[in-house]
């Protein structure tokens, strides 16, 4: 009898991108753990859950992965392998600190030479607007410099841009994108395969918000859900506890942490406990939706440890994720000295 997870992959087609990125993740381990680097898995963001099988609309998660991308940046500077996975289209690291409006702030249109204020460089922009981008760009190239560097940007962006092109450098980090749940667990399951073979060397952070429910495929309308035949009733499945078959199948000698989000304080330690009993790993980060950025609780089957950011900390920009991470990685140190591996190259 094949179990429910089992009945979920052989429902769920996998992505259409899945084997480049199968392909991507194999190369990514075999290299790493070539080297003796450790790797790190970090799932990030939220997965949504189609209504309609050509979908327009869809059930989403409010995660935009800060807790990921952020996370990415201090597991590359502990010098692990990271491999991002992450909801397309959100947050990623290095990126996320010009998100928005931030990148084009920093640059600036340098006028040269007389009649170029922002605003005749603006009207000779709109007075070529018949003609090719091409042919605008050149005009314009004559009057000023485009896109220059604010000085008091560089400050800002040459730490995040060296630190971007040194990850890159070292081949250290991997993204690969989801969308939907079922995408989410096709990757998910791949990248545990990919991981087998590190041993305790790996490490999965599995930060993103999953979806606990969903319709599955053969449940779903072929076509947009129409409103002239009234309300529609959506009945949503629970969606199979993927952590099972990961920890006792997949990846059973990696060092899995998971995370535990709750709205209701009362619920938070306990759920976090139940998930450990349940599934066997080494570790839930428990954290508040409302108090995430300054606390998030580490329990283990024994322990317990807060970390909590002062006010000044908050106010001066410190990321809670710098103290998170290290602290987790100093645990994995520990837990790979137990199992006998030897240190991992720096
Ligand atoms: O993406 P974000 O930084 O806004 O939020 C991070 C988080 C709360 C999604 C993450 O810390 C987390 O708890 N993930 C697991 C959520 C869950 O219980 O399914």
Redesign the pocket.
């Known amino acids: 009898m094949s179990t429910q997870w089992e009945d979920f992959f052989a429902i769920h087609l996998p992505p259409t991108d899945f084997e480049d990125n199968r392909s991507l993740l194999r190369e990514f381990c075999e290299r790493h753990e070539r080297h003796g680097r450790c790797i790190v898995l970090i799932t990030?963001?939220?997965t949504t859950v189609p209504l309609e099988y050509n979908t327009v609309r869809f059930v989403d998660n409010?995660?935009?992965?800060?807790?990921?991308a952020?996370s990415a940046e201090y597991f590359l500077e502990h010098g692990y392998a990271v491999i991002f996975m992450h909801r397309l289209k959100?947050?990623e690291p290095f990126t996320r600190h010009f998100s928005g409006q931030k990148l084009l702030d920093m640059l600036d249109i340098q006028e040269r030479g007389p009649n170029t204020t922002i605003t005749d460089i603006a009207l000779r922009w709109f007075e070529t607007q018949a003609e090719s981008e091409q042919y605008q760009v050149s005009v314009l190239k004559k009057v000023c410099d485009i896109a220059a560097l604010k000085p008091d940007s560089v400050d800002v962006l040459a730490p995040v841009l060296l630190r971007y092109k040194a990850a890159h450098a070292a081949g250290a980090l991997l993204h690969v994108a989801f969308t939907t749940v079922s995408d989410y667990f096709w990757l998910l399951r791949a990248a545990c395969e990919c991981l087998a073979s590190s041993g305790p060397c790996a490490m999965l952070y599995?930060?993103?918000?999953?979806s606990?429910f969903y319709v599955p495929k053969d449940h779903l309308p072929t076509h947009k859900i129409q409103s002239d035949t009234g309300a529609p009733i959506i009945q949503l499945q629970l969606v199979p506890k993927m952590l099972a078959p990961l920890v006792n199948l997949w990846v059973p000698s990696a060092y899995v942490v998971?995370?535990?989000?709750?709205t209701d304080e009362n619920l938070l330690i306990p759920k976090a406990r139940a998930a450990l009993e349940k599934y066997k790993h080494k570790m839930v980060?428990a954290?508040q939706?409302q108090t995430?950025r300054h606390r998030?609780v580490l329990v283990t089957p024994k322990t317990s440890q807060e970390i909590l950011l002062t006010r000044e900390e908050v106010h001066a920009g410190t990321d809670i994720e710098c103290l998170l991470v290290g602290e987790i990685v100093r645990r994995h140190k520990e837990h790979m000295q137990l199992e006998g591996v030897p240190e991992p190259v720096p």
């Open positions: 990030s963001g939220g409010f995660s935009a992965g800060t807790r990921g952020v959100s947050l599995l930060a993103a918000a999953v606990d998971s995370f535990k989000l709750e980060v954290n939706l995430r998030v």
